[in-house]
């Protein structure tokens, strides 16, 4: 079979058998690729760095008929986040972006948008403060994957929220009134929600030169990951392990 080759970004590893690793990649051209890295741990012509994850890199590969996992045959580092110091946050945001991805992608299904997304807010993740592109990165991917409800209307009476309170429960769909509000709700802001109408009209990049600490629009960032959750039914680690960086 003929060697493939495409721009990838290194999602996940792990060791199997002696010296090689099973990895998960990213790839512009075929989606999620799931694939052994033979002696990928011994191997440094072959491999060196470039299997760490959220590692952009050109990857090589060959599939064979009838056999799930591809076989990686070489690596090469177009960028880093170890490039940088990579401190507590940094480490857990990369983390979360890899989590998300893995979870949230098929395997062979291209997806060009949600590449590109993935690879424009990496470089944000090394650059400064890692709660915009995270922001960024979580409210794209849920609208990307149809899962971002109208953020200026109330799902249950169709009112529109305008500069409007509103709430949503993370058992439900959409935001709400509060009219339609039930108990043990989290709100969020209006300015959340501009926010989030400024972002679907921009590149990452518009937002670097703002100060971003972690409270900064904390509402939208946790209405994302919810509604991840509840299309996942499953809890995201990562999320709960950035609740608890400060």
Partial sequence: MPLKQSE?????TYPMREADLLVTLFTRTEGKVRGVAKSAMKSKRRF???????????????????????????CEVLSSPLMSAVDWARAAALEHVAEVLDELLPDREVSDPAYRLTASV?????????????TYFDLWITRLMGFLP?????????????????????????????????IASSEMSPESRKMATLMFRAPVETFAGEPWPK???ADLRKF???????HLERKLKTAAVLDRVM
């Fill in 122 to 134: 990496l470089p944000q993740m090394t650059a400064g403060s890692v709660w915009m592109p995270l």
């Fill in 215 to 217: 409270s900064r629009f």
């Fill in 224 to 230: 994302c990951v919810q509604t991840l959750e509840r």
């Fill in 48 to 74: 060196g760095g470039a299997l760490e994850p959220l590692t952009i890199v050109r990857a090589w590969w060959q599939d064979k008929a009838g056999v799930d996992l591809a076989r990686l045959d070489s």
């Fill in 8 to 12: 990838a970004v290194v999602l996940r």
């Fill in 150 to 182: 109208e953020l200026n209307a109330c799902m249950a009476c169709g009112v529109a929220l305008n500069g409007d309170r509103a709430w949503w429960h993370a058992a439900a769909e959409g935001l709400v009134c509060i009219r339609d509000k039930r």
